[in-house]
């Protein structure tokens, strides 16, 4: 069967099949994979016609296109040495066959060199349904669940990633040789890697490929079984609207709030009051037929009553209301909508449908839509509030550089309080909810030219467009504003586990990573570190390595970061030069090694710590430097700030605080530290973690301007 009739045939119980063996085995060798010579045997008499020309020891495995497991149904022997052996397992592949499944019918039995014994790996593609086609590189073979060591990126894939997926492994000690054994030949798995490249580019209908195992010995990699799922159902494309619009729901010089009550228990009073008391500078139309007026603002009966132009329509009435409204949009010309009633997608059935209508009738009248079910937005510098979550309840709102957008009102809300209480301010807050219209992805774009935003930080649940988003995060990464996500809904296992190894590998997770990596996204492993991170992105200068200095003024903090900075890939460098500097600045029972302890004395003397932060900081093998403070109280402390925001205002480096003694006892210093927009992290872990981030992303940055 040619490979045009084997990729196109028409199927008419269903879109999605497995080739064959030896079928995805013709296929790969044509894109030059070195897979294992083998040749399909129609009957016992071929089979040993083909050993013989092949070479003995051949492996047998019997072709039959309802049985994908071969190995489980015992149709695959292996090690044949001689005629006599393969009739018998030939016989034998029959018989275990029927048992196996009784209405099977067996096409051929596939008569393949057997590979000399050497290093396994296994090679996989996986078309996601989003991110399009992954490659999996794991060693085992098909141990690789069990030892689950395997690296992930999204095709098609460079030179320079394969070999950075291989030095990803775990097991990449034996993958480069030791103790005289040879590794593995990198030149080959390059090859594999590339033709993979293209076999996808060609052949996009392919779900999913297993190569495995592919044996290395020495020079050489041999491909020994082809594992290829074809699935033909075409994947529909979204199409982009203009953002144009959202600049006018970002920052409105006009606003209706429909569903606008005199009664602030019910959410359109709230959402109104937050619009007052913060005092929005723009014109604010009430829109309630049964009030005269809500807070000294005339109401009005009908958005279309309204005499000016209105940018911005907060439409927070019952969903059944919310088509009628959109109407009204239309009539009036609004192009900015934000929905905050519940009701729809998010119950499912009816509510469904009716948020199609909504986004249908905002398509026709070419007005951009946020919601349904969200919570709004709050930009705290402009004092533009339309929202109504119960973190507006706060008395103290800060402004920032952070752009947080969150696909989870509740959650988004929380961090908002939580920030605003460790005196971390916002650019924008924004709730995308239901994502009828606009999406997480689309406020990326928006933020990324946000002249009042620096940090893009996600609390992200999912994506719906792939080319959207790598638009989006391109655009961040031109204005060098760092995007930072924190991925919840972390899926178990791909929908096809049961049938390939690559399924079971390539989670939705790992996907979601491989995405975030491949366009300079930093993700993130916790909630909390959206806020810490954010911060630290906003402040400090990026690390150029991985080479960090400590400071601590502890024998037992320097034992604790040493270990912390040990897991997270941070190398504390020996001093030369800079210890013999601070030996001279330092009471002779401290350490001028890294990391350095000026101990307690050099605390009471708190003058003297400038001068051995500078020392360490202008070291030229230093890339940042962590300093870990302990209990130090005012007046000292004081002294301390002053001179850590002296040093990091003077130097290009990132110098990342740590205090763990309580605030309390340290007011005049903390105050000081706030004021400069400077973080003070309450754990060793925190502060570790957060250094760890820095070159995460210096690392990042740099791949994306090769």
């Avoid at 016609?49 to 022997?77: C, Q, R, W």
């Avoid at 393969?86 to 596939?110: H, Q, R, S």
């Avoid at 700030?641 to 990091?648: H, Q, S, T």
Wanted: hydrophobic share 40%; proline share 5%; charged share 25%.
């Amino acid at each position: 069967m040619s490979e045009s009739s084997l990729l196109n045939k028409q199927n008419t119980e269903k879109e999605t099949y497995f080739l064959m063996e030896h079928e995805g085995a013709d296929l790969i060798s044509k894109f030059k994979l070195p897979v294992a010579a083998s040749k399909l045997a129609k009957d016992e008499t071929d089979a040993v016609l083909s050993a013989n020309s092949i070479g003995y020891p051949v492996v047998l495995k019997g072709m039959f296109k309802d049985i994908v497991h071969k190995t489980e149904a015992g149709i695959v022997k292996l090690a044949i040495e001689n005629d006599l052996q393969l009739k018998e397992a030939y016989t034998e592949i029959i018989e275990n066959a029927k048992k196996y499944d009784p209405l099977a019918v067996m096409t051929g039995v596939l008569v393949q060199e057997m590979a000399d014994k050497g290093i396994e790996l296994i090679f996989g593609v996986k078309r996601d349904p989003i991110f399009g086609h992954q490659l999996i590189i794991g060693f085992g073979g098909t141990l690789v669940e069990i030892m689950k060591d395997f690296s992930v990126r999204m095709l098609p894939v460079n030179e320079t990633e394969v070999e950075e997926m291989v030095k990803e492994l775990k097991s990449y000690p034996i993958l480069k040789g030791y103790r005289g054994q040879s590794g593995i030949n990198l030149s080959e798995v390059k090859r594999i890697c590339m033709g993979l490249n293209k076999l996808v580019q060609e052949k996009p209908e392919i779900a999913e490929l297993d190569l495995n195992p592919v044996i290395f010995n020495e020079e050489k990699a041999t491909i020994c079984d082809v594992r290829i799922l074809i699935d033909e159902q075409k994947v529909e494309q979204n199409q982009s609207r203009s953002l144009e619009a959202v600049e006018k729901m970002i920052n409105p010089q006009s606003v209706a709030v429909i569903g606008a009550s005199t009664n602030e228990n019910k959410n359109g009073g709230r959402l109104f009051r937050y619009l007052v008391e913060n005092k929005y500078p723009g014109k604010l139309y009430p829109i309630n037929p049964g009030a005269k007026d809500i807070k000294g603002y005339k109401a009005y009966p009908n958005l279309i009553d309204v005499p000016g132009d209105v940018d911005l329509a907060c439409i927070i009435v019952s969903s059944d209301r919310v088509p009628g409204v959109m109407r009204d949009c239309i009539t009036k010309g609004v192009k900015a909508a934000i929905i905050y009633s519940s009701g729809f997608a998010e119950i499912g059935g009816e509510g469904e449908k009716l948020q199609e209508e909504v986004l249908a009738l905002a398509k026709e009248g070419n007005i951009r839509v946020l919601g349904p079910n969200s919570i709004g937005i709050a930009s705290p510098e402009k004092q533009i509030y339309t929202a109504f979550g119960a973190a507006l309840e706060s008395k103290v709102k800060v402004p920032g550089n952070i752009g947080f957008i969150s696909q989870s009102g509740a959650m988004g809300s929380a961090l908002l309080s939580k920030a605003w209480e460790q005196r971390v301010g916002f650019s924008r807050w924004i709730s995308v909810a239901n994502e009828a219209d606009l999406s997480a992805t689309d406020f990326i774009e928006v933020l990324a030219e946000d002249e009042l935003t620096n940090v893009i930080s996600v609390f992200m649940e999912g994506l719906k467009d792939a080319a959207a988003f790598e638009r989006a995060s391109k655009k961040a990464l031109e204005n060098e504003k760092p995007l930072l996500i924190y991925k919840t809904g972390r899926s178990d296992v791909g929908k096809r586990a049961v049938q390939s190894h690559t399924g079971t590998i390539a989670g939705d997770d790992t996907v979601y990573s491989a995405a975030f990596d491949k366009w300079g996204a930093l993700q993130v492993n916790h909630l909390e570190d959206l806020i810490d991170v954010s911060v630290a992105l906003d402040v400090q200068p990026l690390p150029n390595g991985n080479k960090i200095g400590v400071m601590t003024a502890s024998g037992g903090a320097c034992s604790v970061i040493a270990d912390l900075c040990s897991e997270k890939d941070l190398d504390l460098p020996e001093l030369t030069e800079t210890s013999d500097k601070i030996l001279e600045l330092i009471p002779p029972f401290g350490s001028a090694q890294n990391p350095i302890d000026v101990t307690a004395e050099i605390i009471a003397q708190p003058e003297m710590f400038k001068e051995v932060l500078e020392t360490l900081t202008q070291d030229p093998d230093i890339d940042g430097v962590i300093v870990m403070l302990t209990t130090n109280a005012d007046p000292g402390a004081s002294v301390i700030a002053k001179a850590i925001l002296d040093v990091f205002k003077r130097n290009e480096k990132p110098i990342v605080v740590g205090r763990l003694g309580a605030t309390a006892i340290a007011p005049q210093a903390m105050e000081l530290y706030s004021n400069h927009h400077f973080p003070v992290y309450s754990t060793p872990e925190k502060v570790v973690n957060v250094m760890h981030y820095l070159v995460r992303y210096n690392k990042l940055f740099k791949k994306q301007q090769r």
